[in-house]
């Protein structure tokens, strides 16, 4: 770790974000004690956000390695739709490529057949996820499909009747689209009939949510996770369905930020499950260096070993901390993952939903969708949901397929 972590050092300051810390870097660099050097590195150099680097991700290549540069893709990666642009070297396309066929193969193990026929949903102008996704479902020489997100939907579940494909990796946002037109236009809204497995990557998907969509459609979930700036995926689902371990860990330092920032923690010394957020170094990355990035996701980290016998981390994706709130009444954080969690166990009837918190001792507004007839009133949904929010709200039924999905990623928690 730590020679990866002073390579890593030496390739930033020869990129133009870094002269500014050169001195800095050079004093972490020549430290001898290991333990001192990583201290000395998260209280030395400053955090970087998606702020700094849109409109510079140029600044962010070693001057040596701008020849080497073999491929660039935009990144869908920011909840402000604003795209940012990710620069590979070949290296470190065959470092995603093996990361992602050991993802999975752990996560299709027995599932999924060598042969299967495999879909990917993912917009046409595509992200480094979809690129990087598409390549090596190729390279694995699966036979694979890809369909534009925009496609007409009428027209993507026809494809997906005619190719009766194994496996549809997508993004959750894609897929309910896909399900709220079915719900809209056929009684028999199955897409198919046999076992179809759904990937998903790039949004919060919660436990409740998993069951749901078995229950709804005979559907086996799995879900990946990535970063896009950090070039792709790193890490997939467990197969006892409990987190998602984080294999790309041991090619990074990893830390995970308190979220009132009082105390930060590095993944590999976390004995708890703790809940923050992520902040990370890639060691593996040549092509763009981000040091300390501050990644938006909060995260729960699951510590020890796993009964599956996979020795990475687990970490659970809870969202992004634009869309988390504090609870007033005892400052606990409310992420998406857990309203989520808790809408759809209150009732498994709700679908889509969007609550916006006001500021305090205003009024926030809970608008919610369901895919069959409530199976609680209204009036108990309120009580039930304001108390656990702690917030004073009002809760607005809406039309299946009304509420909006802001794009390219959906969010549901909005401050207003
Ligand atoms: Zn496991």
């Not at 060598?114 to 996820?129: C, D, E, G, R």
């Not at 499909?145 to 990796?169: A, C, Q, V």
Request: glycine share 6%; proline share 4%; aromatic share 10%.
């Amino acid at each position: 770790m730590d020679a990866k972590l002073i390579n890593t050092l030496n390739l930033a300051k020869e990129t133009k974000f870094y002269f500014r810390y050169k001195k800095t870097l050079m004093r972490i660099i020549n430290e001898n004690d290991e333990n001192q050097r990583i201290r000395r590195y998260i209280q030395e150099i400053p955090l970087i956000t998606k702020d700094d680097i849109l409109g510079h991700e140029q600044d962010l290549i070693p001057k040596n390695l701008r020849q080497r540069i073999i491929l660039t893709c935009s990144s869908s990666g920011t909840t402000r739709g604003i795209g940012s642009l990710t620069y590979y070297t070949e290296y470190e396309l065959g470092y995603f490529m093996k990361l992602s066929e050991k993802i999975h193969n752990n996560l299709t193990e027995k599932k999924i057949s060598q042969n299967a026929s495999i879909l990917v949903i993912v917009p046409f102008t595509l992200t480094a996820i979809g690129i990087i996704v598409l390549m090596q479902m190729l390279h694995m020489k699966y036979n694979t499909g890809f369909i534009d997100s925009k496609t007409n939907p009428r027209k993507i579940i026809d494809i997906i009747r005619r190719l009766r494909p194994e496996l549809i990796k997508t993004t959750p946002d894609i897929f309910y689209n896909l399900i709220e037109y079915s719900l809209k236009t056929h009684s028999n809204f199955r897409l198919a009939d046999y076992k179809l497995h759904i990937q998903f990557t790039g949004n919060v998907i919660s436990d409740s949510r998993k069951k749901q969509l078995n229950e709804l459609l005979n559907v086996e979930i799995s879900e990946t996770f990535g970063v896009s700036e950090f070039g792709g995926p790193l890490g997939g689902m467990c197969v006892y369905d409990d987190g998602m371990h984080f294999y790309a860990s041991e090619e990074m330092l990893v830390e995970i930020h308190s979220f009132d920032n009082k105390d930060v923690w590095l993944l590999h010394d976390l004995k708890d499950t703790i809940r923050g957020k992520l902040v990370a170094t890639p060691l593996y990355r040549q092509g763009m260096i981000f040091l300390r990035y501050f990644t938006d996701d909060i995260v729960e980290v699951i510590p020890g070993r796993c009964p599956c016998g996979v020795p990475y981390p687990k970490l659970r994706f809870l969202g992004k901390i634009q869309d988390c709130f504090r609870r007033p009444k005892d400052g606990i954080i409310i992420t998406p993952y857990d309203l989520e969690n808790k809408l759809l166990d209150t009732d498994p009837s709700i679908w889509e939903f969007k609550l916006y918190v006001a500021e305090r001792k205003k009024r926030g507004k809970l608008l919610v969708e369901y895919i069959d007839t409530p199976q609680i009133s209204i009036g108990d949904l309120l009580g039930i949901i304001s108390d656990y929010c702690g917030l004073k709200i009002v809760i607005e039924k809406k039309k299946l397929g009304r509420i909006l999905r802001f794009k390219p990623k959906r969010r549901r928690i909005i401050k207003v």
